[in-house]
């Protein structure tokens, strides 16, 4: 929907009646895609390791890279973002799993095990304005867009 009908107000009382934790991207003037990528290191690591159930919203005038919206497809794709994580980050943080997944015995690697985690806890929550002018391309060019969401048209309140 458009700026100003509630798409921030809607989603920060959906996650409130369903227990999660709203996370946005922790924009500053010099926010580029390190910082973005932190955000999201962040954001899985709370959802995969920590178990937290978590909606990280994005609204289109956050995505200040088209690099941005790439990653995020990639995520609603796959689940996981090919090389946000080094080997030796990615050891430390499935450390705390292993004992937790030998005990189901459901998924061939630890990381299919945090990856498995991350689709069940984290939702992504895309806000962007139909009549932004890049709004056709941007959901052209990432098909998870419509592949691996639900797409809610926000209109004004009533009057």
Known sequence: GRSGVGRRSTLTLATYIHRMELVTPNMTRGYNLKAFRTDLKNVLVRAGVEGERVVFHIEDHQLVEPTFLEIVNS????????????NEELDGLMAPLRDEMSNQFVHKSLFAYFSARVKHNLHVAISMDPANPQFAM??????????RCNI????????
């Open 75 to 86: 995520l609603l794709s796959s689940g996981e973002i090919p090389g946000l994580f080094s």
């Open 138 to 147: 941007r959901c052209e060019s990432n098909p998870a867009l419509f592949n």
């Open 152 to 159: 809610f048209w926000q209109e004004a309140w009533s009057a």
